[in-house]
């Protein structure tokens, strides 16, 4: 979350809106982003519909859900989804800008 | 489980944000790229 925040704007260039969903309440959120000053859009998920609808992964053995990571382009079309095994399993932004960069290029240009 | 394909249109869904306004995916559409992060947990 820390990297995100610190490259926020690298993310509003690309004309890129993020979006979290997690499994706390609204209080847990509200708190959160208070704390860490965050511009992103924070969507509270306890009954997990979302997460399940998007197939996050629960890893019994590791006590938790593993990260999970998808771009979703203007046309509403997931151009990029990322599955992490593990806690640490995040892709680095300067990926996640490679994606967007091309999904920005026009077609043919 | 089910899972987001590749190319395909994203699932839309609607949820609260924490400050109460509904958030709907299709409000992006035309608007915005997305970034959704599935997050673990506060920790």
């Known amino acids: 979350m820390a990297q995100l925040r610190h490259d926020y ?14 499994p706390e309440d609204a209080a847990a959120f509200a708190s959160y982003w208070q704390q860490h000053d965050l511009p992103f859009i924070g969507l509270p998920d306890p009954k997990a519909s979302v997460l399940k ?3 996050q992964e ?18 509403g079309i997931a151009r990029f989804v ?22 920005n290029t026009p077609t043919g240009a | 489980m089910p899972k987001v394909s590749l190319n395909a249109p994203a699932p839309d869904f609607t949820l609260t944000d924490f400050k109460g306004q509904p ?9 915005a790229n997305l970034l ?5 947990g506060f920790v």
């Open chain 1, 58 to 75: 629960v890893n019994l053995f590791k006590l938790g859900r593993m990260p999970a990571q998808v771009i979703v382009d203007r046309a």
């Open chain 1, 9 to 22: 704007s690298e993310f509003v260039s690309r004309h890129a809106q993020i979006i979290i969903i997690g």
């Open chain 2, 36 to 40: 959704l992060v599935f997050n673990r």
């Open chain 2, 23 to 31: 958030v709907h995916l299709s409000d992006f559409k035309g608007q």
């Open chain 1, 53 to 55: 609808l998007y197939g």
């Open chain 1, 82 to 103: 990322h599955y992490g095994h593990s806690m640490s399993d995040i892709p680095a932004n300067t990926e996640v800008f490679a994606l967007l960069d091309e999904i």
